[in-house]
């Protein structure tokens, strides 16, 4: 009795080219400057912030003018009176509050300053 073995080359039937091996991930080349590069690269970043600071202080002097009366919600009013104010958070109600003096308790412009607030920092 004889018996016959058949090999194939590759029992998936695809030749080992390379191609199913698992390449290694490139790594990034780390740039390294000469320290007068570092000093040129910092001081171009310096005067970078310091102008976009100057921008910020500018722009932040400009108080944008909106009417209250064109508020459809407490929300909105409240909005447009708390807009770019630096004022701690129970000064800001007792100033709102006094300019709106229409019903509204200092307990509803509290609460109407906190959840525009949320708003503002979930959508920021």
């Known amino acids: 009795?004889?018996?016959?073995?058949?090999?194939d080359e590759d029992p998936k039937g695809t030749?080992?080219?390379g191609?199913?091996?698992p390449r290694?991930?490139?790594k990034r080349k780390r740039v390294s400057l000469k320290p007068e590069e570092k000093v040129a690269q910092m001081e171009d970043l310096r005067l970078e912030?310091?102008?976009l600071f100057k921008y910020?202080?500018?722009m932040k002097e400009k108080k944008v003018f909106l009417d209250v009366g064109m508020c459809s919600s407490s929300s909105s009013t409240v909005a447009v009176l708390m807009e770019e104010s630096e004022l701690p958070l129970s000064k800001l109600v007792e100033e709102i509050h006094q300019k709106l003096k229409d019903g509204m308790s200092a307990a509803t412009v509290k609460n109407s300053v906190l959840k525009v607030g949320q708003r503002v920092m979930l959508s920021g």
């Open 49 to 51: 912030l310091d102008g």
């Open 1 to 7: 009795m004889e018996m016959i073995i058949s090999v």
């Open 24 to 26: 290694k991930t490139q």
């Open 19 to 21: 191609s199913d091996v």
């Open 56 to 58: 910020y202080k500018e």
């Open 15 to 17: 030749k080992m080219d």
